[in-house]
């Protein structure tokens, strides 16, 4: 008999499928290949005591994933939103959640950005303004400590799958400790001496918050790479080129150099933030996309 199920928990080949009861299966897929992620609604079939077999994958609404020329990592399945986490320390990238976010427009999730270790007051004016283009752009911005309380986070949750996502040492499984004592997620000290977070979730799992409500915790990752989105995806994963689109004087623009190009003239009169417009410039470069003037 066919049984239905989430996948709460990827390790691998190995997943962790949560029945409408209740009862948790270490379930395993059909052949070599295996392309599941956390939150994906499978079929399985039982294969013995606590274990089954995963026969089918539901569509999914949504499918957040990295690429690189290489290869591709699945993050999480069936999420509405992507809960970008940074902190006041280590140090973050501002490119790597402006690629988290492309990544979300392209699936039209929302988004919400979360600066975490606010209690290090001294630190926060000194990270509030790497932030700000996100804000003056519309993405909310929540401040707050993890080990403060996380209460103020409770609304933005509600109703939502959610999954976390950023640099290691940010304080994602400390904010889903906080959220569920008894998720007993692993976390680890940030490496002063490399300005940088230590790997401690190794897998993307799964906790319900409620009926309604849920959240993935994912590893964390130091490169987003987006090579799987289309040049046209990417343009319309900034916000901000939205209404210039389809204004510059070439049809194929690539909005680097070419006469009269409406992106690169507001980056230029300062309309784009010019760290944005280089994350846009380092992404069209990954995917190959020419430069220069188009005919």
Same mark, same amino acid.
């Given at each position: 008999?066919?049984?239905?199920?989430?996948?709460? $928990?990827?390790?691998?080949?190995?997943?962790?499928?949560?029945?409408?009861?209740?009862?948790?299966?270490?379930?395993?897929?059909?052949?070599?290949?295996?392309?599941?992620?956390?939150?994906?609604?499978?079929?399985?079939?039982?294969?013995?005591?606590?274990?089954?077999?995963?026969?089918?994958?539901?569509?999914?609404?949504?499918?957040?994933?990295?690429?690189?020329?290489?290869?591709?990592?699945?993050?999480?399945?069936?999420?509405?939103?992507?809960?970008?986490?940074?902190?006041?320390?280590?140090?973050?990238?501002?490119?790597?959640?402006?690629?988290?976010?492309?990544?979300?427009?392209?699936?039209?999730?929302?988004?919400?950005?979360?600066?975490?270790?606010?209690?290090?007051?001294?630190?926060?004016?000194?990270?509030?303004?790497?932030?700000?283009?996100?804000?003056?752009?519309?993405?909310?911005?929540?401040?707050?400590?993890?080990?403060?309380?996380?209460?103020?986070?409770?609304?933005?949750?509600?109703?939502?799958?959610?999954?976390?996502?950023?640099?290691?040492?940010?304080?994602?499984?400390?904010?889903?400790?906080?959220?569920?004592?008894?998720?007993?997620?692993?976390?680890?000290?940030?490496?002063?001496?490399?300005?940088?977070?230590?790997?401690?979730?190794?897998? $993307?799992?799964?906790?319900?918050?409620?009926?309604?409500?849920?959240?993935?915790?994912?590893?964390?990752?130091?490169?987003?790479?987006?090579?799987?989105?289309?040049?046209?995806?990417?343009?319309?994963?900034?916000?901000?080129?939205?209404?210039?689109?389809?204004?510059?004087?070439?049809?194929?623009?690539?909005?680097?150099?070419?006469?009269?190009?409406?992106?690169?003239? $507001?980056?230029?009169?300062?309309?784009?933030?010019?760290?944005?417009?280089?994350?846009?410039?380092?992404?069209?470069?990954?995917?190959?996309?020419?430069?220069?003037?188009?005919?």
């Amino acid at each position: 008999m066919k049984l239905a199920g989430t996948i709460v $928990a990827a390790h691998g080949r190995q997943y962790r499928v949560e029945l409408s009861t209740g009862e948790i299966l270490l379930c395993f897929p059909r052949g070599k290949k295996s392309e599941l992620a956390c939150g994906d609604q499978v079929s399985i079939q039982r294969s013995g005591d606590a274990q089954g077999v995963v026969d089918s994958i539901a569509p999914r609404h949504t499918l957040l994933y990295r690429s690189n020329e290489f290869k591709q990592k699945l993050i999480a399945a069936n999420v509405t939103q992507i809960i970008v986490v940074v902190a006041t320390e280590p140090s973050f990238s501002d490119e790597l959640i402006t690629r988290c976010i492309v990544a979300a427009e392209s699936q039209d999730m929302q988004v919400l950005i979360i600066l975490n270790k606010c209690d290090l007051s001294e630190r926060v004016a000194r990270t509030v303004p790497t932030l700000a283009p996100f804000e003056k752009l519309g993405y909310p911005l929540l401040r707050l400590s993890a080990h403060a309380g996380v209460q103020e986070l409770l609304p933005y949750l509600s109703g939502h799958t959610s999954v976390l996502v950023g640099q290691s040492g940010m304080g994602k499984s400390t904010l889903t400790n906080a959220l569920m004592p008894e998720a007993n997620a692993p976390t680890r000290e940030i490496s002063a001496a490399l300005d940088s977070g230590k790997h401690t979730t190794t897998h $993307a799992t799964l906790y319900r918050l409620d009926s309604s409500s849920a959240l993935i915790d994912s590893p964390g990752l130091q490169e987003f790479g987006l090579r799987h989105l289309s040049p046209n995806a990417i343009e319309h994963g900034f916000l901000e080129f939205r209404p210039l689109l389809g204004q510059c004087r070439f049809r194929n623009c690539r909005h680097d150099r070419e006469p009269d190009c409406a992106i690169h003239y $507001a980056a230029q009169h300062g309309v784009i933030d010019p760290r944005r417009y280089a994350a846009f410039r380092s992404l069209f470069a990954e995917l190959g996309v020419p430069t220069g003037k188009q005919s």
